[in-house]
């Protein structure tokens, strides 16, 4: 009895330190970034012949990158995550992971998953999303995060190079499209991102981390969220003037555009900031789902 017990104990730690490092890996940051891989890799395919199973190679090998990322993330940021509601609970932060073993951990994701790209799909496609991986890594979570008002814009470089390298698995080359594709999800990253700032500000302050409505006020914050929108709107229309990218796709677009500027341009004050950024981020979301998901469904023949 005592043997069946001492197992299940066993069993129970084991699962549970699974769970642990399963979680630094940030899956729902993950589920994201490969709907907008999905979208990338949906856009190529349209020009250009591909497979189901290059399609799923390419998704668990950014995937991998992107887990590697969030797991160094997470052991740098343990200082900030400490003061911060949201995160202060993270494995990491509670001292349940043993950092040295978490390093290694990064590092083998992200060997396998740039080798697997590099081998299974293409050498550009493995280049650049190590180009990303280091941007996002050295440029954003280790200085610019920390020390500058512009921290979101240097990241939000490194969150457009999935649907990149999404197209780039199909492609091989780097096109107008491509360019086109890489600016809209720059800009997308931009309102996206301050939302969060905005609703989770005393979490951002209480770390001292230098975002834009924390620094500069929520009002200017609103003007720059309104200007990338429109931003946003402009280059999803270039992309169907110039790229490949159907009727269908100019459908969803303008619907999700509208509805992304409508909220967007509310008005806002200090007593429904956060109700307001909530729905930005809501309709954001519904945005980056409705153009991948039509870009895939553009491809299904009637």
Known sequence: MDHLQHERQHEVVGQGMLKSYLSITKPGIIFG??????AGF???VKTEPASLMLFVTTLVGVGLVIASGCVVNNIFDRDIDQKM???????TVKGNINIDIAFVYALALLLVGTALLFIRVNPLSAVVVLLGYVYYVFFYTMWYKRNSVYG???GSISGAVPPLVGYLAVTNFISLEAILLFIMFCLWQMPHSYAIAMFRMQDYREAGIPVLPVKEGIHKAHRH???Y???????????FLLGEAGYEYLAVAAVVCFMWTKVTFRS???NNYIAWSKSVFKVSLLVVMGISGVLGLELIPL
């Open 33 to 38: 970034n490969l709907i907008s891989v999905a």
């Open 42 to 44: 949906f856009l190529a």
């Open 85 to 91: 509601a949201r995160t202060r609970n993270r494995e």
């Open 152 to 154: 979101t814009l240097v």
């Open 225 to 227: 969220m309104k200007a």
């Open 229 to 239: 929108v429109v931003a946003f709107g402009a280059v999803s229309l270039g992309l």
């Open 268 to 270: 806002i004050d200090d």
